[in-house]
């Protein structure tokens, strides 16, 4: 069994009903966005972010922060607190106070209640396939089949974001002003989002190319917004004031590991090893990761763990590294100290139980079973988890919660017929009353079941 790699690759195709909406005339294409996932990437992101949040009264681990694989410079939100960032953005970006910028604004729009009255049209099956399938972004580039680990998604049909998730001038301006204020309140400036939408504002400029359309067409610009935010920034206590050094430290990390995941042979010419900062042995050691080239990542993944011995996600690299070798035995030692440091990290948690199931060692079925139960509160929706859960029961010979997570494996892919059977079939083998029971009547009855 091979988990997906958490950058691509295996891609999970998610049905999702649009019910009482479609698109306008002329915009009724099929297309498909790629979802990463990565748990340093997400971390690094909400942890800048967290001030914008709890300025706007929202509680910064509630909001879902999804990497979109398209290479346009664009970010929306969507079904409530979840904000989409384009693979584009991040790399088109020149600082972390544009990204900041950018994501105060998006939380404007959440907070003010913007998002598409339509949103039903995505409904909460989207979402809640989306996000809980353990999409985080870009982090466990490595773990599983083509390396460097983040799990992709892929959604076809509706999500056409260029299409429908696109605001007035009003709702623009309004988040913009919200956006503002939570930056005041946080103390950051918001010269980031200055630079960020005067760029986009260029229309005459040669270098704007048609990447750089994607946010100007979902988020229309005036150039009275932008002398609006302009104004503010003057006015701000907080002024031009810098980002803290280390926000840019971890955007460049972030930069990195996404363009050595996108363009591996790109990355090594731009990351050289005349480079000796830590963003570029980064990038380099992902980059050889990506084109399977352990022996070249592994001493760079080794020395950065010297430089950061409490990086939680150095350590987890490595064992994605060791794992998608197949030294599973190797890789769990790693992924035990990623998770000590760590120990939120659900995605490390089911990258550790997918290590101990590898080894095919009925001692350590309990052990991974800790874990997928602990990574289950925040991924449930993961369909790899449930196969791991359901590998693991089977090693402990217990039938019912065999079938129990076959259910959860099914309901999570969307096989409804599937999940419907196992979940009678968990029914009939566990206690009554007992929580994989009462599990398995929720998911019957979600199924279509009686």
Known sequence: ?????RLVSV??????MVLSWSPPAGAQRRQEMQFLSDAETEHIIRDMARP???AAGIDPDAVNIVLVNDNTMNAFVAGGQNIFLHTGLLLGLEDAGQLIGVIAHETGHIAGGHLVRGSEAMENAFLSSLIGMG????GGIAAGNSGAGAAGVMLGQH???RSFLSFSRSQESSADQAGLSYMEQ??????????FLEKLGAADDPLLVDRDAGYRRTHPLTRERIETVRSFVERSRAGRRPVPAEWNENFRRIQAKLYAYLDPNGALRRYRPEDPSFVARYGRAYAYFRRGEVKQALPLVDGLIAQEPRNAFLYEMKGDLMLQNGRAVDAAAPYRKAIELEPEAGSIRVSLAHSLMEQNDKRLADEALRNLQVASKTQAHSAFLWRLMAQAWSMKGNAGMVAYATAEEAFARGDKPMARFQAERAEKLLPAGSPGWLRAQDIRGQAGGK
């Open 1 to 5: 069994m091979r988990k997906p790699s």
């Open 11 to 16: 891609i999970a195709m998610v049905a999702v």
């Open 52 to 54: 914008i949040f709890q």
């Open 135 to 138: 999409i985080g972004i870009v």
């Open 159 to 161: 999500l056409a974001e």
């Open 186 to 195: 946080s103390g950051i400036s918001a010269e980031g989002l200055v630079t």
